[in-house]
């Protein structure tokens, strides 16, 4: 090796999972906003039991408030090769599992 240049390191960053977060941010977009309508829709016409509604609809506000923190810890780890974020990112993925799976499988009116 030559005085002066720096030594080659292999790159650790993934582009599918750049791009994975990339549309999976747009697709989080587009299924919180046919999901406010739908709950508005379902709000209005269906009988909800007491409270079921306000948690359902209060659920779908707290995905809101982690999902995007995910994909952004997601992105910056990727992108700047920390296991740290990437790891926060997987961390806070169990809770948005977890409302996806209740809207798929335990909402009241699916």
């Not at 952004?72 to 993925?93: I, M, R, V």
Request: proline letters at 8%; aromatic letters at 20%.
């Amino acid at each position: 090796m030559q005085p002066g240049t720096a030594r080659a390191r292999p790159v650790l960053t993934s582009l599918p999972l750049q791009v994975f977060i990339y549309f999976g941010g747009w697709w989080d977009v587009l299924f919180w906003l046919i999901s406010i309508v739908v709950f508005i829709y379902k709000g209005s016409t269906l009988p909800y039991p007491n409270g079921r509604f306000a948690a359902e609809f209060v659920f779908l506000w707290l995905w809101l408030l982690v999902e995007p923190v995910r994909l952004f810890l997601g992105s910056k780890g990727n992108k700047t090769e920390q296991p740290g974020p990437l790891l926060f990112s997987l961390l806070l993925a169990l809770p948005v599992v977890a409302f996806l799976v209740y809207y798929m499988r335990f909402q009241t009116f699916v």
